[in-house]
């Protein structure tokens, strides 16, 4: 079963985003009398989020100045059942790293653009604010992708102090090694995914592909062990997910994953939050009987006593007869692969206090919106998520956080999606991923 999950793997890699992206950004902007000169040092996560560091020099009093915003990622209005083919980055939160701060700095905002050849969205201009048109946009006058050789301490240092999280966890190599225990820590993962259903079969191969590249990685980073069981195509049912499900046995320091990607929905007498998972090989078969409740799974795993356990769907909780919502691809944006930080897979999937997560895709009585380029919604920010938290970015990383940021992600796409037609905006997805 490995090695024909990787052979898919192999297509899959041409689709897959990057965890961050970083640029530097140059461009010029005229405020009244006085115009002045930017560089921005931006940092783009896969989840929509981000960071940017801007230096200049004020044109009032030739004061060198370096302001930190937040970044978030949207989509302008849709049009006629379809996305715009850009996307912007709004900056908020403005604060003065370096200057006296009396600036009176008024975040700008970045545009993209889907570029036609290859997909990507590309670094546009910039604006004063969202309501600007093509024809207000300012061109940026220089725009350069950074890879993991170019983050040279000289470079970072014009845009970080040696005390800031990024410059430390890049730089600094105090990171202590795994201990004697925590190598010989184990991640058992168990991916059920519908891959041969005919409207929804190619996302849930994207799903089961995405995910186990996800822990792969994982594992091989943190050097512990990986066992990983895909059950897909004819393997499919409802008897063999429960006998992985009694086969598992877990040591008490060990992590369990259960990935779910398929239909899901509600039976009419179970008021429970988490919806049934349809294991029906075939659509013939009764779904009432050819079903287990994500919630039961995530019972019998915990009992199972392992140290983490994450137990996740990704699919529809609302009435069986409902049709899935197939939304617009994920904007691709060129990226980089960075290194994860060990302290931060150390703090999520080596924590010595036990944790056990419940998450699934959408809220009772909602739809789980996939695309069949890129898989559910859920689960692509969710690894995203994933990726940000891991990252050289972040610090006191808690799995609260990460499923809080996969969370808004999925709706604001979600919110940029029809789940039927007409496209009116009483059609638009809500979709509200839920754990416990």
Not at 3 to 25: D, E, G, M, R, Y
Not at 145 to 170: A, C, G, I, R, S
Not at 239 to 259: H, Q
């Amino acid at each position: 079963m490995r090695k024909k999950i990787f052979l898919s793997l192999i297509t899959f890699f041409s689709i897959a985003a990057n965890a961050q992206s970083v640029s530097l950004l140059k461009y010029s902007l005229q405020k009244g009398n006085t115009s002045a000169a930017y560089t921005a040092f931006f940092v783009r996560n896969d989840d929509g989020t981000g960071i940017i560091r801007v230096k200049y020099t004020s044109p009032i009093n030739a004061e060198n100045i370096l302001v930190e915003m937040d970044v978030q990622e949207e989509f302008p209005d849709m049009k006629e059942g379809k996305s715009d083919n850009k996307l912007f980055y709004r900056l908020t939160n403005p604060k003065f790293i370096s200057g006296n701060g009396k600036e009176n700095f008024e975040p700008p905002v970045l545009w993209f653009k889907r570029n036609p050849v290859n997909n990507e969205y590309e670094p546009l201009g910039i604006t004063a604010t969202t309501a600007d048109t093509d024809t207000t946009i300012v061109s940026f006058s220089s725009i350069i992708f950074l890879e993991n050789k170019d983050l040279k301490k000289d470079l970072v240092l014009e845009y970080f102090t040696p005390q800031d999280t990024f410059f430390k966890n890049l730089f600094e190599t105090g990171t202590r090694d795994l201990s004697t225990v925590e190598k010989n820590t184990k991640i058992i993962l168990l991916v059920v995914a519908n891959i041969n259903e005919p409207e929804i079969g190619p996302s849930c191969l994207n799903d089961m592909n995405r995910t186990v590249e996800t822990f792969t990685k994982l594992a091989d980073f943190m050097k512990i062990k990986l066992d990983y069981k895909a059950i897909s195509g004819k393997e499919y049912n409802k008897e063999n997910v429960e006998k992985e499900l009694r086969n598992l046995s877990p040591k008490p320091n060990d992590i369990v994953v259960f990935y779910y990607s398929g239909h899901g929905f509600r039976k009419p007498k179970d008021s429970r939050r988490f919806p049934y998972i349809d294991l029906r090989p075939k659509p013939d078969k009764t779904y009432m009987v050819n079903s287990l409740n994500i919630e039961d799974i995530f019972d019998s795993i915990k009992k199972k006593g392992a140290r983490l356990n994450l137990v996740m769907s990704d699919c529809c909780n609302t009435e069986v007869t409902a049709s899935n919502a197939i939304g617009t691809p994920i904007p691709r944006k060129k990226g980089l692969l960075m290194t994860y930080n060990l302290e931060n897979c150390r703090a999520l999937f080596l924590n010595p206090k036990p944790i056990s997560v419940l998450a699934t895709a959408a809220d009772v009585g909602q739809k789980a919106a996939s695309n069949n380029d890129f898989g559910g919604f859920f689960s692509y920010f969710f690894k995203a998520s994933m990726e940000n938290q891991l990252s050289f970015f972040k610090k006191n990383v808690t799995w609260e956080s990460l499923l809080q940021d996969a969370k808004k992600q999925t709706i604001i796409k979600a919110e940029h999606t029809y789940c039927s037609k007409p496209y009116i905006p009483e059609n638009i997805c809500e979709q509200y991923p839920v754990w416990k």
